[in-house]
């Protein structure tokens, strides 16, 4: 709804690596990000295109998910310029720069990685600008970690009223059902 497809793409591939690779709480568990050949399946479950991803550019991706994380918190604690810092660290250590591609039969789009680049460094610098213009484009209340006890996964909120507060419809169930065991033992 707000963001072009394109757009999209790139915040959804930040969320899902940020959840399937960093540490953390998902859904009222212990969450413990994948290592070794765990890792490139991860990956491969994350990203469209990623079927002989190897690991040194999983690795990669695992430590952009780490810096994409800061960026998600910074933004949950109302912290927009340690946000945009993170970010800009992240724009430089990618190399991200916009340019035109095409594949055969395929319409222009924009990129922000060169044709060289490596499929880590091509997604690295495709997420950080994404995150880069949600915040840009006065959308940084879109980004969000879920509200849920014991979950910390991210999302970003495409609703029109803006009032996501849950990483999935598991979450949000889970602490509606919660709310209400809560207030029938209170006796309401």
């Known amino acids: 709804m707000l963001f072009d497809s394109h757009m999209r793409t790139l915040l959804d591939a930040s969320v899902a690596l940020v959840n399937a690779l960093t540490d953390g709480e998902a859904h009222g568990r212990s969450f413990t990000a994948p290592v070794g050949p765990e890792l490139s399946a991860a990956v491969r479950a994350a990203l469209p295109g990623a079927d002989g991803i190897g690991r040194t550019e999983a690795a990669h991706l695992a430590r952009t998910a780490r810096d994409l994380r800061v960026v998600f918190e910074a933004v949950a604690a109302d912290r927009v310029d340690a946000a945009a810092a993170a970010l800009n660290g992240l724009l430089r250590a990618s190399g991200a720069r916009p340019q035109l591609d095409r594949s055969p039969g395929e319409p ?3 990129h922000f990685h060169g ?3 490596s499929y880590a460094v091509g997604w690295s610098a495709g997420c950080a600008t994404g995150l880069a ?3 840009g484009g006065d959308y940084a209340g879109r980004l969000g970690i879920c509200a849920a006890t014991r979950c910390d996964r991210v999302y970003v909120d495409v609703s029109r009223n803006a009032a996501r507060q849950f990483c999935s419809t598991a ?3 889970r602490s509606k059902a919660a709310a209400f065991r809560a207030r029938k033992a209170a006796g309401e």
């Open 171 to 173: 979450c949000q169930n």
């Open 115 to 117: 044709a060289d680049d």
């Open 108 to 110: 222009w789009q924009v």
């Open 133 to 135: 213009m949600a915040i």
